[in-house]
């Protein structure tokens, strides 16, 4: 995680950027939930982030750092690297087509969000702006522990990016999902079979409770930015860090606060 030091006070302005490529998600939605939980906040609900922000003479530049950001070896943490021209001219093509999907790249998630970081202009770059972006880009971080890097759904910093494929692909599905496709995967049998089995037992691309899944994590971006700790042990509050898909259903379409972090923000709010 990207880190800073907790602000100790709710922001004044949250700035919600849309993934166009995310037809179920829905801003004026986790607006309202967003006010209904911290009380009269401006929360402002603007378009994909980098077609907002960019100076269309810096596409190409921009294009390159983000490009920059791929990540090549899942097993390796990487230094910098000159990206080829194609890959560079893809992720041209995307920041111009934000409603394009995007499956099949990972990219790092802390040098992502350093790259969007730069695009924020100076007179919103303070603790009094709360800036959540969501990304179709699936982003990763490297664990030193197990020596590769893992999908994230979200990186909390300045801004938090929060990823609409990574709600998909980074928490894990049920066990008996990976069995039963390991077990027939000599019989070429399509992906959509399997989820059909376990429908409803994890979010899927253009899942309809997506945007109820997603209040979760905007509040986990609230709660770093108030304490420097966005997470919760309690597995039905909606702070709980996921690492199965039946966890996110646990916290984000049955769960809410938990007491302890309702009074947190309480105190906040006062």
Not at 176 to 197: C, D, M, N
Not at 229 to 258: M, T
Request: with cysteine; charged share 30%; net charge negative.
């Amino acid at each position: 995680m990207k880190c800073s030091k907790g602000n100790n006070n709710l922001p004044n302005t949250i700035f919600l950027y849309d993934d166009p490529s995310s037809k179920n998600l829905i801003l004026d939605e986790i607006k309202k939930y967003l006010i209904t939980q911290l009380g009269q906040v401006n929360v402002k609900i603007r378009k994909e982030f980098i077609t907002f922000h960019i100076d269309p003479k810096e596409l190409e530049e921009f294009a390159e750092k983000i490009a920059q950001c791929k990540i090549r070896n899942f097993n390796k943490s990487e230094d910098d690297f000159k990206p080829l021209f194609g890959e560079i001219r893809f992720e041209k093509q995307l920041i111009e087509n934000p409603e394009r999907k995007l499956t099949g790249i990972l990219y790092e998630g802390i040098k992502l969000d350093q790259v969007f970081l730069g695009l924020i202009p100076e007179e919103e770059l303070d603790f009094n702006n709360l800036h959540i972006v969501f990304t179709n880009r699936l982003f990763g971080t490297f664990e030193e522990n197990d020596g590769r890097y893992h999908a994230r759904v979200i990186i909390c910093g300045y801004p938090s990016l929060i990823s609409t494929s990574g709600i998909v692909e980074a928490p894990a599905k049920p066990k008996e999902y990976y069995y039963l496709k390991q077990k027939y995967s000599t019989l070429e049998i399509p992906p959509e079979v399997f989820k059909e089995e376990f429908y409803g037992r994890f979010i899927d691309y253009d899942d309809p409770r997506l945007t109820e899944v997603m209040k979760g994590y905007v509040m986990q971006s609230v709660f770093y930015h108030l304490s420097n700790d966005p997470f919760c042990e309690e597995k039905n509050c909606r702070l709980y860090n996921s690492h199965w898909q039946e966890e996110v259903l646990c916290a984000q379409i049955d769960g809410e606060l938990c007491k302890k972090h309702n009074q947190i923000l309480t105190k906040f709010k006062k």
